[in-house]
């Protein structure tokens, strides 16, 4: 999983620098609709590295949660062996 979002982020990150680049040079030339695009694919940067984040703390919690539910399991396990 670790693996997947740290490709969200980097994905995120070419997307915000390819806009950031499309949208200054939209300024530059006056050209506006290069300029929204350049934004819009710099936003979508913003949502795929969000997005990778999201997925590493759901991987996070989900790992603290099985472990607790290993640690538990053994528990009962224990006191049946006894």
Not at 3 to 8: A, G, K, V, Y
Not at 26 to 33: A, H, R, S
Not at 50 to 65: C, I, L
Request: net charge negative.
């Amino acid at each position: 999983m670790a693996e997947m979002s740290l490709e969200d982020k980097v994905n995120g990150t070419k997307d915000q620098a390819a806009g950031k680049v499309k949208e200054v040079a939209g300024k530059v030339t006056g050209d506006e609709k290069a300029e929204a695009k350049g934004k819009a694919q710099g936003l979508m940067g913003d949502a795929k590295k969000a997005f990778g984040d999201v997925k590493e703390k759901a991987a996070d919690v989900f790992d603290d949660v099985k472990e607790k539910t290993d640690d538990v399991v053994d528990d009962v396990k224990n006191k049946f062996s006894k």
